[in-house]
């Protein structure tokens, strides 16, 4: 599989760090992209340089509108943007194609491959919710970052697996991350 992750800005890059190094455990190659803010709030929140992330995937620039996820003519099994700010779902909802990260998306969208968007923000006002179902009728999937309890979590990777769990579900990518619902 070959799966392109994205960072913005919103709080919770845990999520997408911890995504990544789950994709690259798992065998799947990762291009990765990280707006200037998501780059800022990972170091802020995981003490971690996007360059650092270069192990676990390839790392592309958010300017580089040559890169090969730019093209719908690269196979992609699709793309998650985890976490997603409010300010890069309105700009990809709204059809924008300035940055790589929203290029890349708006490929997936239109080659009819799977696009996985994590908001991370709340509350949400009107504008939020009808960009989410504007890319909801595109075909994409709205996954909230919204861990469920019924597990008994203690740790906080308990959480974050169970978002990356859902993630990976999405893709069809098996996982041991979380155990599931009705089974020991």
Known sequence: MRII?????????IYGYSLIRSLHQ?????YIIATGA???VLGYECGIKLQELEQYGTVLSNTDLFAPVASGSFKTDGMVIIPCSMN????IANGMGDTLLNRAASVVLKERRRLVIVPRETPLHLIHLENMLRLARAGADIVPASPGFYNHPTEIWELVNFMNARVLDAFGIEHQLMKRWGEN
């Open 5 to 13: 992750v994205a960072i913005t800005g919103a709080s919770g890059s």
């Open 88 to 91: 890069t779902l309105g700009a």
């Open 38 to 40: 998501g780059e800022n």
């Open 26 to 30: 798992l065998g799947v190659e990762t």
